[in-house]
Structure formats: C-alpha cells, structure tokens
C-alpha cells in the first residue's frame, strides 16, 4: 500500500499552517512550524503573485494530505463526491471524515491521523463486530467502532479510558469511553467538518 514516508514537517511548512501530523507534538515549542514557518526550500519565502491556479492546487494538496491520501485515490473520492446527490465540496469532505482512520482520530484513540491509520493497519479495531484493516473503510450511520477485546491490554489502549474522556470528540460520533467503543450518530455536517479547509477551490480545481 502506498503512503508518504517522507519528512511530515516539511509539508506543513509548505502550506502555511499546522496539519497536525506529529499530535501533541504539534501543540508545543519543538513544532518545526513554530521554529521556521517559512516554506521550505533554499530561497524561503516566496513574494511572487500566486495565480488562481495556484491557489486551487494549493488548496487540492492541502486537503489531500491533511486526511494522508495519495494523488489517485483522493481524485477517485472526487469522482465520487460528483456522483453523488448533493454540494460537490461537502461530499468530498463527508466521505474523507468517514474514513476509518479519521474516525479512530476524531473519537480520540490516536493523537493524529497517521497514528489512526496505523492503528487501523494493525487491525487494533472491529466495526460492528467484525475486524477492519483498511484505514479508506467508510463507516455510516449506526456503525459501532470499538476496539478489539485481544488487542484492549496493550500500551495504546491501558490509559484510553482516561484520555477519551477528556477528549473533545465531534456531535456525529457518540464514544463510550469505558467500553473503548464509538458509534457514529449521522454523518457529519460542514460546520462539523474542518474549517480551514476550502472545498471549493478543490472542486474548481478538478472543473478546469
């Protein structure tokens, strides 16, 4: 399975803002964005006049690399985002939310979306009962994401209960921190989904 295994930082630094890759990391003074928020590259800061454009891929690989999806599979999420009935932008959004792996993140398991991908892969978690190992799985409405019973003893998982708790989980997923498991309510609105993220330009990118 493809994936990015280059430096994380590095594409922060590109996009002009925190996309959180590293978790709590990402939060203190050792955040390689606080210490050089300049893009990268020999020259550093470039004045030049971005072109529309430029904006819109701009906007293209941010999003693809805030949820880690590659080139080919995030314009397959795009074509169907289309074919479904609805605002383009949004659906787009909605079916990267319910991945498995961002919903592992949103419900507070993993600090970050890479560490909730990598969870996934190494089949920590089962979906209505059943084990899942690929992090693009949709869940829908009803579905129940808890974490295996094999798998509950293990160092992830020791202090979870605790951390759930006390983390700020979204309207559309329900957790129950005591059982380590999490349902999802409905599927996620725009107000609910990233704010900093502008599916328009992305839609108009892929309109040219």
């Known amino acids: 399975m493809a994936r990015y295994t280059g430096p994380v930082c590095r594409m922060c630094r590109r996009e002009g803002m925190k996309l959180f890759f590293k978790g709590a990391r990402c939060y ?11 893009p990268p590259g020999q020259h550093g800061i470039r004045r030049r006049k971005v072109s529309e454009f430029g904006m819109q891929l701009r906007e293209k690989q941010k999003m693809r ?4 999806v590659l080139e080919r599979q995030f314009k397959n999420y795009f074509a169907e985002a289309e074919s479904r009935p609805g605002v383009t932008g949004e659906n787009l959004l909605r079916l990267l939310e319910t991945r498995l792996d961002n919903t ?4 507070g398991f993993a600090s970050s ?11 920590h978690f089962q979906v209505n009962g ?24 293990r160092t992830p998982f020791q202090n979870a209960a605790e951390t759930l708790a006390a983390a700020q989980v979204p309207d559309w997923v329900h957790v129950e921190p005591d059982k380590l498991r999490g349902t999802i309510a409905y599927p ?7 704010a900093e993220l502008n599916e328009q ?3 108009e990118f892929y309109s040219r």
Not at 28 to 38: G, L, N, V
Not at 104 to 107: G, S
Not at 188 to 194: G, I, L, S, T, Y
């Open 113 to 123: 979306r890479s560490q909730g991908r990598q969870m996934v892969l190494h089949g």
């Open 28 to 38: 203190t003074k050792k955040c390689a964005f606080e210490r050089r928020p300049s």
């Open 130 to 153: 059943r084990p899942v190992n690929v992090p693009s799985y949709q869940v829908r409405p009803d579905d129940v994401v808890e974490v295996r019973e094999s798998r509950r003893k």
């Open 188 to 194: 996620p609105r725009r107000d609910q989904m990233p």
């Open 104 to 107: 592992v993140y949103r419900m």
């Open 65 to 68: 690399r805030v949820y880690g």
């Open 201 to 203: 330009l992305v839609v």
